[in-house]
């Protein structure tokens, strides 16, 4: 079974043009608790908790860390007081949503179920994210098994008859007239060897210009007859470049086979009235 690992981003939508216009820190609607050390400020009553703040400024961190890194105009105070309006423009929200009913509706309860059951899958899986170690050595023994990438052109001679691509091959290779008609040939565009299906790539990769593949191919219900028209090849990053794009496809994989492992292991039964169901 395939897995798609899930998004990890815990950031909240929560950037409001028109509060965001204001100049001054946002103030608390009410005085109540407002010495509260664990208090940021309440809205209509409400209290808000430091944590909130807090936890919303830190799920910022990392994306500011970021730009802090590149952008010398990044105002850190400014993005405190813009969390704070954010969290506060949120319960300000939040509260006229309820005074409207809307937390009754059905769709509303189904959404909010659903976004609870993303959460705390999201937080699993980082949970299992910061369990997966890649050693060094890992890392090196992937990359020294990488090669350069290569970038081909091909003419292509199909033809759904083996023999008749052997005769194909063996006449182009004498440099007679194959005798195929148009619609029997194909000039490729660049293709990258990774888009390319591994046993033709193993066979052409030894090619120079305008030799032909040693034996012809069979592919989507075609023998082929393959010609390489044109070929570049890149050089391999070196290993510092290459090293945190290794390291994160290698946790990608062993986190994919965690959550295999973990549907696999689950009691699954699907309703028979549902025809669309979750294929390997």
Do not use: C
Request: proline residues 3%; aromatic residues 6%.
């Amino acid at each position: 079974m395939k897995h798609t690992m899930l998004m990890l981003t815990l950031s909240l939508p929560l950037v409001f043009s028109g509060l965001a216009q204001a100049d001054e820190p946002v103030s608390a609607a009410s005085h109540d608790n407002i010495g509260d050390p664990d208090v940021f400020a309440t809205v209509n009553g409400t209290t808000l908790g430091t944590n909130l703040y807090h936890f919303l400024l830190g799920t910022r961190a990392a994306e500011h860390s970021e730009r802090l890194a590149y952008d010398d105009g990044f105002d850190a105070e400014m993005n405190r007081q813009q969390t704070a309006k954010d969290l506060v423009m949120t319960e300000v929200l939040a509260q006229q949503a309820t005074r409207l009913g809307m937390h009754e509706s059905e769709r509303v309860k189904v959404e909010m179920a659903m976004a609870e059951k993303t959460l705390l899958a999201q937080l699993y899986v980082k949970q299992l994210m910061d369990t997966i170690a890649i050693d060094e050595t890992e890392i090196r023994r992937h990359y020294d098994q990488q090669r350069e990438q290569a970038m081909y052109r091909f003419m292509i001679w199909r033809t759904p008859h083996q023999a008749h691509a052997v005769e194909l091959l063996n006449a182009l290779k004498a440099g007679n007239d194959p005798g195929a008609s148009g619609e029997d040939m194909i000039e490729t565009p660049w293709l990258r060897d990774t888009d390319i299906a591994p046993e033709v790539n193993d066979l052409v990769r030894q090619l120079g210009v305008d030799e032909f593949a040693s034996e012809p191919v069979f592919q989507d219900g075609y023998w082929k007859v393959v010609q390489v028209i044109d070929s570049q090849v890149m050089a391999k990053q070196s290993y510092e470049e290459a090293r945190d794009i290794i390291r994160a496809e290698l946790v990608s994989l062993k986190l994919d086979e965690k959550l295999a492992e973990l549907a696999d292991n689950a009691a699954i039964v699907f309703n028979d009235q549902y025809a669309v169901r979750p294929t390997n």
